[in-house]
């Protein structure tokens, strides 16, 4: 059954036993100015591109299956040429409510809040959602490693940047089609960037 609850609010009122506890602590934490790379990147194509240029919200996230905390982390920190709503498109389990028990926690913090507004769809049919949509224009995939290769070719065929954790690949099928996703991007004059650590 398709599902589109339009805050982290709606959704938690749908879901009885979502748990707004937030961990305070992680062992490490994702580099974050990946995001500003990506607009550098974009900055640096010239002519090439016209994509992305710097401007005030025009970037706009698409978070996808966040199956580790890494797809919160990039949201740790507002900036100025991100939008606020986030879409989300994801099956409904613990992993989905995990990502946006961190989403709140960094909203609801008493220093520096940020102000996402989480805009959720659980439909069985999530991937085919969101490149139906395209409401957004960088992809953010963390977690699900069985799928992210596929994640990131669907995604780059439809014109999207993409930012994916690593493994972006793990098996040598997998990495053979990475191969040809760089290849996609670079066609498209788009952006495929890895998730780094600090």
Aim: glycine share 4%; charged share 25%.
């Amino acid at each position: 059954m398709h599902s589109y609850h339009q805050s982290i609010a709606d959704h938690k009122a749908a879901h009885p036993t979502f748990n707004l506890h937030i961990m305070k602590s992680f062992s490490s934490i994702i580099s974050y100015t990946m995001i500003l790379i990506l607009f550098q990147a974009c900055q640096s194509c010239g002519n090439k591109s016209s994509s992305l240029s710097d401007q005030t919200g025009e970037v706009r996230l698409i978070t996808l299956d966040p199956g580790h905390f890494h797809a919160a982390l990039i949201q740790k920190k507002e900036y100025k040429q991100v939008h606020p709503e986030v879409y989300v498109y994801a099956p409904e389990g613990k992993e989905l409510q995990e990502y946006l028990t961190r989403i709140d926690g960094y909203n609801q913090r008493t220093d520096e809040p940020t102000h996402w507004k989480e805009i959720i769809y659980t439909g069985e049919d999530y991937l085919t959602k969101m490149l139906e949509e395209k409401k957004g224009n960088v992809v953010i995939l963390a977690g699900n490693n069985l799928k992210k290769t596929q994640y990131i070719k669907a995604a780059l065929e439809n014109g999207m940047n993409v930012l994916a954790d690593k493994p972006m690949a793990i098996n040598k099928e997998n990495f053979e089609l990475l191969k040809e996703c760089f290849r996609i991007a670079e066609k498209q004059n788009i952006l495929l960037y890895d998730i780094m650590t600090e």
